[in-house]
């Protein structure tokens, strides 16, 4: 891990603020979404990336119903209700 020598106080609500500078390098922007880890004593913070539902998949994703599939499995998931259809 590469240490930058940047320090934030919690303030009263628990927040941090993640300096512009690194905002800017990891291209982070105002309301990005960011997953939260714990490894050990560590507080991991990860800009969060979209990913298929099913396989996690994330390139070419489709969204259903606030759900994002990626078209191989939306093309499994048509196949299979086709199939039942024929049952």
């Known amino acids: 891990m590469k240490a930058t020598g940047i320090v934030r ?3 009263e609500l628990g927040r941090i603020v993640i ?3 690194l905002r800017r390098t990891l291209g982070i922007s105002e309301h990005d979404p960011l997953e939260v880890f714990v490894d050990g004593g560590r507080i991991v913070l990860k800009k969060h990336e979209a990913q298929c539902v099913f396989c996690g998949a994330t390139g070419e994703l489709l969204e259903y119903r606030d759900k994002k ?3 191989s499995c939306a093309e499994a998931l048509s196949d299979a209700v ?3 259809g024929q049952d």
Request: net charge positive.
């Open 9 to 11: 106080k919690v303030d």
């Open 19 to 21: 300096p512009v500078e």
């Open 82 to 84: 086709g199939r039942r």
């Open 69 to 71: 599939v990626c078209a």
